[in-house]
């Protein structure tokens, strides 16, 4: 193998797994492409059973990681093993022994991306992360080079499947809960036996870490970026947003805003005219705006085997070929030189402006109405549609209302009043309104 860049992959699982499969399968046309071969040298995984299935050649499977890492056979090292711990430890030592690391571990870049770029630029080799936002959407590629002469204003994104599945199945059977459509996913394999990181808007947000650093050129602090799930979204929701002509994504969304930048991950109603709006099922879309390129849109599968394993390999591909041409470290990994990256600002969600749908549970009699609006009326929120629907649950019914753009400070302080009124039943949902005619 001495005339090719060979690969050891620490981690056979799903993705792992669909890696090596590519590295086996289309090795012809990896090699048509690069000029050279990529070979499989080393792979590690702990599950005898599962190593087996891989078809490895003899003496490239192995149940120790360190041993593909202190290889020094070994050019390139793809850690899927996922997590924070281990698998840092892992990149770490591989960037100490003058290996290149490919990954699609979007924890890990989220938590720990800064202290590891700053360890593979002192030993110059690359860091490669493709496959940790969007699948095999070819996204951070976009943002780190095609880019390149804009000052990106915004980038939002539906980057969960599992979330965006449940929200397109709630809508496509009308009346079926979060719960019910939840446990469908777990069914069909689409959502975790423990779901939280994808419903909870904690996976959106490790990806948006990474989207904000590449798009805005600086370094973001996963706590700083708010975040928000889609547990609470009800069916009655689902329709009255059609009402106001939206559909309810799960949006991870950053954007300029006077010198500040917003990152946010909520549930979000987004006008159904708006393309992001027609994504729908297991498909991840990000929608990237620049000063001078405009509008884009960047769509397809955003998770599963194949298509992470596509953007690893391409990942693999392009490392070859700076390994090649002695050009290892040639684009910063985040977009900007270091020397130009600095934390930014990052602006507090009570600050943040938006227009707001809000679901209140109120008794059904004279004066609620007007009491309410007199409420949101003194926090300097005005009204722009009022839904009052006459249907009762449990002696409440529901009052629906679709804000002009307001302060979220100013909207949080007013539904705390509002929820102390002896009218109000429930507490109220509150769901931002993402508009290119705000």
């Known amino acids: 193998m001495a005339d090719s860049v060979n690969i050891g992959v620490v981690g056979a699982g799903t993705v792992g797994g669909g890696v090596v499969a590519v590295l086996m399968r289309n090795a012809d046309v990896i090699e048509a492409r690069l000029g050279f071969p990529l070979a499989l040298a080393r792979v590690a995984e702990r599950n005898e059973q599962r190593r087996a299935t891989l078809g490895l050649p003899e003496g490239v499977g192995t149940d120790d990681a360190l041993a593909v890492v202190n290889d020094p056979g070994v050019d390139v090292v793809v850690e899927l093993i996922g997590g924070t711990t281990l698998a840092r430890d892992l990149t770490l030592a591989a960037f100490a022994a003058g290996k290149h690391v490919v990954t699609a571990n979007k924890a890990l870049v989220a938590a720990h991306g800064e202290e590891l770029l ?129 559909r309810i994504k799960l949006l991870a969304i950053a954007k300029r805003a006077d010198g500040e930048i917003e990152a946010r991950v909520h549930p979000t109603m987004v006008p159904e005219s708006q393309l992001i709006a027609q994504v729908d099922g297991v498909f991840n879309a ?113 009052l629906v209302m679709m804000t002009h753009r307001a302060v979220e400070r100013a909207v949080q302080d007013a539904l705390a009043e509002i929820e102390k009124m002896g009218c109000v039943r429930a507490p109220t949902t509150l769901i931002r309104v993402e508009s290119d005619e705000d």
């Open 118 to 246: 700053a360890a593979a630029q002192k030993a110059r080799v690359d860091y490669a992360f493709e496959a940790a936002v969007g699948g095999g959407i070819p996204i951070l590629r976009a943002l780190r080079e095609s880019f390149t002469g804009d000052r990106i204003q915004s980038v939002q994104g539906i980057v969960n499947g599992t979330a965006n599945f449940i929200l397109t199945r709630m809508e496509d059977e009308r009346g079926t809960t979060f719960p019910e459509v939840l446990a469908e996913a777990q069914r069909l394999g689409y959502a975790e036996a423990d779901p939280t990181y994808d419903v909870e808007g904690i996976d959106s947000a490790h990806k948006l870490a990474i989207l904000v650093a590449l798009a805005f050129g600086g370094q973001v602090r996963l706590e700083d970026v708010y975040v928000e799930g889609i547990t609470k979204i009800e069916p009655l929701d689902i329709d009255y947003a059609e009402d106001f002509g939206c």
């Open 286 to 398: 990000v929608a990237v705006t620049g000063d001078f390129v405009g509008p884009t849109l960047f769509y397809g599968r955003g998770a599963g085997a194949d298509a992470t394993a596509s953007a690893v390999v391409g990942d693999l591909v392009e490392v070859a070929r700076a390994i090649r041409s002695d050009a290892a470290a040639r684009v910063p990994a985040m977009g900007f030189q270091p020397a130009f990256r600095a934390p930014l600002p990052i602006r507090p969600m009570d600050r943040v402006e938006s227009l707001y749908y809000l679901h209140l549970k109120v008794m059904d009699q004279p004066g609620v109405l007007s009491d309410i609006a007199g409420v949101l009326g003194r926090h300097g929120i005005s009204i722009g549609r009022v839904i009052q629907d006459g249907r009762a649950e449990h002696e409440a019914v529901s």
